[in-house]
T-cell receptor, first 113, second 113 residues
Framework: NAGVTQTPKFRVLKTGQSMTLLCAQD?????MYWYRQDPGMGLRLIHYSVGEGTTAKGEVPDGYNVSRLKKQNFLLGLESAAPSQTSVYFCASSYSLVGTEAFFGQGTRLTVV | QQQVKQSPQSLIVQKGGISIINCAYENTAFDYFPWYQQFPGKGPALLIA?????SEKKEGRFTISFNKSAKQFSLHIMDSQPGDSATYFCAAAAVTAGNKLTFGGGTRVLVKP
């Protein structure tokens, strides 16, 4: 039972480079989310999706884009990486009802130099 | 602004003691309050959750207390064990906002043997 799988687990980027983080879930969840985790700030929502083909902005969307072409996958893109985007990124998924558990991936540690 | 404020940022407790973490929220539309536990290098995992129609929920050694009028909720870890050493996040979500979780800043708990 894989749950939520994120790739890659680690990445170092130079300022201005681009990359895509991939999230895959095998639980048939409708909702998927991308969070970033920074010390003392908890997890902050970047973008989320309530279904295939739909995306919406979260709390800190600037500098990121997302796509959800298939229900099981949610991609997070950085078009031009900046040092401020150094963080640990977590993908999560859940069913659509409030009060249902959100399942998180293992995280991607991204460093932008 | 941080919609969910969590304290303390860290705490140290002796084995067998009680760990208490507090959270306060501002958005009265929140109606789901989970706590997540995170071990180093792992994604957060749901520990226990409460809805505002009850004032307390207990699962094993973990108890959530909820005060709707004060807009506060807390996590009590009874008989703390070294295996409980982790970072704990409170969170909140609203039925009108698609199950999006707003997290507190996190509390790092260290249980000394």
């Amino acid at each position: 039972n894989a749950g939520v799988t994120q790739t890659p687990k680690f990445r170092v980027l130079k300022t201005g480079q681009s990359m895509t983080l991939l999230c895959a879930q095998d639980m048939n969840h409708e909702y998927m989310y991308w969070y970033r985790q920074d010390p003392g700030m908890g997890l902050r929502l970047i973008h989320y999706s309530v279904g295939e083909g739909t995306t919406a902005k979260g709390e800190v969307p600037d500098g990121y884009n997302v796509s959800r072409l298939k229900k099981q996958n949610f991609l997070l893109g950085l078009e031009s990486a900046a040092p401020s985007q150094t963080s640990v990124y977590f993908c999560a998924s859940s069913y659509s009802l409030v009060g249902t558990e959100a399942f998180f991936g293992q995280g991607t540690r991204l460093t932008v130099v | 602004q941080q919609q969910v404020k969590q304290s303390p940022q860290s705490l140290i407790v002796q084995k067998g003691g009680i760990s208490i973490i507090n959270c306060a929220y501002e958005n009265t539309a929140f109606d789901y309050f989970p706590w997540y536990q995170q071990f180093p290098g792992k994604g957060p995992a749901l520990l226990i959750a409460i809805r505002p129609d009850v004032s307390e929920k207990k699962e094993g050694r973990f108890t959530i207390s909820f005060n709707k009028s004060a807009k506060q909720f807390s996590l009590h870890i009874m008989d703390s064990q070294p295996g409980d050493s982790a970072t704990y996040f409170c969170a909140a979500a609203a039925v009108t906002a698609g199950n999006k979780l707003t997290f507190g800043g996190g509390t790092r708990v260290l249980v000394k043997p």
